[in-house]
């Protein structure tokens, strides 16, 4: 067993927040290597945004988000189709980490904790908890407010406002 440490964060990121960015920051200070997978969701059927501009504003929030030190440590990736158990063993990964903002939240993600540790059990699921002022933050309050022209600055990076803005 190595005791290096490579996680995997993935999701929609339809689009990226600041909650996400919250787990991106914990885990590059946690990990030796993350790779940040823009995935689909099958209970999702389309996505707000495309792959492009997913990754696009993905990788804008990393830039500006982290130092370089950390950046060098952080590499992106996709997974349209597969499982992520499969995805994180052909990468290398030893962690999933997940987020979680309440206790619906840790319910679903234990379910699919329990479910990705029949397939890889090697794969140890991380899950990092969201400190308070982030829990109301998600992709769908963030939709809804991008549609109707709300305040963003509460939810996104500005990185990512200012690249939606143009």
Known sequence: ??????????????????????IIERAVDLMDHVTIVV????????????????QELLEECCDNLLSYEKRRNATFDTLEQGLLVDKATRLGANFLIRGVRNLTDCAYEMNIANVNHTQKPALTTLFIPSPPHLIHVSSSAVRELIANKGDLTAYLPLSVIEKLSK
């Open 1 to 22: 067993m190595t005791d290096f440490k490579h996680g995997i964060i993935a999701g929609t990121f339809d689009p990226v927040h600041l909650g996400h960015a919250h």
């Open 39 to 54: 995935a689909r969701n099958l209970e999702k059927q389309t996505t707000y945004f495309s792959w492009a501009k997913r």
